[in-house]
C-alpha cells in the first residue's frame, strides 16, 4: 500500500510562471514532512520540510502548504525558473518511527520551458 | 566536504552473481540507509541502520544483506543477484535525534542480466 502518494508523474509549466506539486498521504501517524529535488545522474536533496504543527512553510521561492484533514500537501514554486527542472520527491515520516525513517512519493517529473 | 560517497558508480552482474555496494560518509552521522529507486515507484527502503553494528529491515529487505562494521561505512549486499534487482541504489545518511534531513550519494546504477 502506497502511504505517500504523487499523482501526476509529470508536470510542464511556463519560466515564470507558478509550479504546483502534489502530495497525498493515508497513514495518519505521519507528522512530518519534506520535499526532495533531484537532477538526472545525482542523488536526491533536501528542498524544504513543514511539521504538522503548522500548515506554511516559504523558504525563498519555495513554499509548502499543509493541509491536515485533507492529508494533502503541495509544493509551490514561483516563479518557476529553467533550473527547477527536476524530479520532486514528497516524503515523510512519523514521530515513534525508528531511526528518522522516511516514506517517499513516487515523484514528479517537472519541466519548466524558457 | 565529501559527503556520502557510493561506490561503485555502475555495475553490470549476471544472474546469480554476487557483490557489494559500499556507502561511506564523512559527516559523523549515526544513522544510515539503503533505498532502491524504481520507474514509477518512488524510493523504497531497503535496510538502514541506527549505530555501529546495528541493522534492521526496511519496506523491501528480501535479497538483501547489510553491515555497519564502521561507523562510515554501510555495505548493502547481494548475494545471488536476480532481474529483479536491477535499480539505482541510494544510500543515505543523517544525524541521531529530531527530525534530521537524510543526505543522499549520487547512486548506484546495477543491472542484472
Known amino acids: 500500500d502506497q502511504q505517500v502518494k504523487q499523482n501526476s508523474p509529470s508536470l510542464s509549466v511556463q519560466e515564470g510562471r507558478i509550479s504546483i506539486l502534489n502530495c497525498d498521504y493515508t497513514n495518519s501517524m505521519f507528522d512530518y514532512f519534506l520535499w526532495y529535488k533531484k537532477y538526472p545522474a545525482e542523488g536526491p536533496t533536501f528542498l524544504i520540510s513543514?511539521?504538522?504543527?503548522?500548515d506554511k512553510n516559504e523558504d525563498g521561492r519555495f513554499t509548502v502548504f499543509l493541509n491536515k484533514s485533507a492529508k494533502h500537501l503541495s509544493l509551490h514554486i514561483v516563479p518557476s525558473q529553467p533550473g527547477d527542472s527536476a524530479v520532486y520527491f514528497c516524503?515523510?515520516?512519523?514521530?515513534?518511527?525508528?531511526?528518522?525513517?522516511?516514506?517517499f512519493g513516487e515523484g514528479t517529473q517537472l519541466t519548466v520551458n524558457p | 566536504n565529501a559527503g556520502v560517497t557510493q561506490t561503485p558508480k555502475f555495475r553490470v552482474l549476471k544472474t546469480g552473481q554476487s557483490m557489494t555496494l559500499l556507502c561511506a560518509q564523512d559527516?559523523?552521522?549515526?544513522?544510515m540507509y539503503w533505498y532502491r529507486q524504481d520507474p514509477g515507484m518512488g524510493l523504497r527502503l531497503i535496510h538502514y541502520?541506527?549505530?555501529?553494528?546495528?541493522?534492521a529491515k526496511g519496506e523491501v529487505p528480501d535479497g538483501y544483506n547489510v553491515s555497519r562494521l564502521k561507523k562510515q561505512n554501510f555495505l548493502l549486499g547481494l548475494e545471488s543477484a536476480a532481474p529483479s534487482q536491477t535499480s539505482v541504489y541510494f544510500c543515505a545518511s543523517n544525524p541521531s535525534g529530531g527530525r534530521n534531513i537524510q543526505y543522499f550519494g549520487a547512486g548506484t546504477r546495477l543491472s542484472v542480466l
Open positions: 559527516m559523523n552521522h549515526e544513522y
Open positions: 513543514i511539521s504538522s504543527i503548522k
Open positions: 516524503a515523510a515520516s512519523a514521530r515513534e518511527t525508528s531511526g528518522s525513517r522516511l516514506t
Open positions: 541502520s541506527v549505530g555501529e553494528g546495528t541493522t
